[in-house]
């Protein structure tokens, strides 16, 4: 879907060692987020754990992001991913929190608890600890479910503080929605 492994200055995943994308970044990408809706007909529901509902809130900042933006599901423990979106004990229990499994199940829960056209799923550890040599800090989990039935995850190791992996992290799930 969606390669990089940190996030650069125009809002676009870009190679580590790059800042992060600021504010004015996201906001423009975020902008033609909205854009791509609204022309494409759609509305979107985010389920975010690592990003703590940043994504969304770079959607509601634009004007008019109720035409295409739905809801967002903020599960950062693994009780609120099962209550709010049945993702599964079996699925958090054998892959854990950050994984494709539980993405995947996180973005079809966005999707059916909402009734929207397509969802995106954001899990990962954001540091600074919590990691550990198979699941470093800085690896991310992306999802993006249709109402078509198309699912798709992809994996992202980002680099540099909590704040430049969570930056990075937004910069990506909005272009996970762009991708459609």
């Not at 054998?94 to 499994?101: K, L």
């Not at 009734?115 to 992306?142: E, N």
């Amino acid at each position: 879907m969606v390669s990089g492994d940190s996030g650069n200055g125009d809002g676009t995943p870009a190679p580590a060692g790059l800042p992060p994308p600021d504010d004015a970044a996201l906001h423009r990408l975020a902008l033609a987020v909205g854009e791509a809706l609204l022309a494409r007909r759609q509305r979107v529901a985010l389920a975010e754990s690592c990003t703590g509902g940043w994504v969304a809130k770079c959607l509601t900042d634009i004007a008019g992001s109720s035409r295409w933006f739905e809801r967002g599901f903020v599960t950062y423990s693994n009780e609120a991913k099962q209550q709010s979106l049945a993702v599964t004990p079996e699925v958090l229990d054998r892959f854990g929190a950050v994984s494709r499994q539980t993405a995947e199940q996180m973005a079809r829960g966005a999707l059916e608890h909402s009734g929207v056209d397509i969802s995106v799923a954001v899990t990962g550890i954001a540091g600074p600890d919590g990691g550990t040599p198979g699941k470093p800090v800085g690896l991310v989990w992306f999802a993006r479910a249709e109402r078509a039935g198309r699912i798709g995850s992809v994996e992202h190791r980002f680099t540099g503080s909590r704040e430049d992996i969570r930056r990075a992290a937004v910069a990506t799930a909005l272009l996970l929605i762009l991708s459609g």
